[in-house]
């Protein structure tokens, strides 16, 4: 069936450090791909998202390419900040739409000053 | 509100008892969802609303689990006989245009 993997974490970083969040997902067709971030107290909200082959979705100085020759959608920032610490799911839609999302299990970012 | 409002926020019971979990989603969002997600799974899709529609059920782990929207808005979770493969974190979701989706905090539930 479809899913979605994700690197485990915790991901432990200085401030300023570059951040990578490998993300690979198993579906056949073409599938929408998502991240989502849930900051601390606070319920997942869209990150970025790509719905077709090679769209770079790109939002807060995070960007994730749609790479279909690898099915991954790896999340990355030039310079994390303390701010950024938070649990980052990466997750899939089989439709244009967000319906019936299949998400990996979240790896959680600790960014430290 | 401002945003998806769960209820409780957290939950314990007993095994064999009955719980219902709410969501009050965004004002004039019409699709709704239901997530759960087990000590370290993935969200896992549990049932969607949209408008007057049939709801897509398909994601009920078993007939135990049912939900209801009222009048297009608040939504029930409920769970029978609850047992502790239960226990979970509870996620409500609100949608305008289904291409973003707006998450609660969850309802934390433990059945001992």
């Known amino acids: 069936g479809d899913s979605v993997t994700q690197m485990e974490g915790p991901v432990t970083l200085s401030e300023e450090a570059f951040l990578t969040i490998n993300c690979t997902y198993t579906?056949?067709?073409?599938?929408?791909l998502f991240w989502y971030v849930q900051y601390p107290g606070e319920g997942l909200q869209l990150l970025l998202k790509?719905?077709?082959?090679?769209d770079k979705g790109s939002n807060k100085g995070f960007e994730a390419t749609y790479r279909k020759e690898t099915t991954s959608f790896h999340l990355e920032k030039g310079s994390v900040q303390v701010s950024d610490s938070a649990v980052y799911f990466c997750?899939?839609?089989?439709?244009?739409?967000?319906?019936?999302?299949?998400f990996g299990t979240g790896t959680r970012l600790q960014v430290f000053p | 509100g401002a945003g998806v409002s769960q209820s409780p926020s957290n939950k314990v019971t007993e095994k064999g008892k009955d719980v219902e979990l709410r969501c009050d989603p965004i004002?004039?969002?019409?699709?709704l969802y239901w997530y759960r997600q087990s000590l370290g799974q993935g969200l896992e899709f549990l049932i969607y609303?949209?408008?007057?529609?049939?709801?897509?059920k398909s994601g009920l782990p078993s007939d135990r689990f049912s939900a209801e929207r009222t009048g297009g808005s608040v939504s029930t979770l409920t769970i029978q006989r609850t047992q502790q493969e239960d226990s979970a974190v509870y996620l409500c979701?609100?949608?305008?245009?289904?291409?973003?989706?707006?998450f609660g905090s969850g309802t934390q539930l433990s059945v001992l």
């Open positions: 579906a056949t067709g073409y599938p929408s």
């Open positions: 609303f949209q408008g007057n529609s049939a709801p897509d």
């Open positions: 997750a899939l839609s089989k439709s244009y739409n967000t319906d019936k999302l299949i």
């Open positions: 004002s004039g969002h019409t699709a």
């Open positions: 790509a719905t077709k082959a090679d």
């Open positions: 979701a609100s949608s305008l245009d289904r291409l973003q989706l707006f």
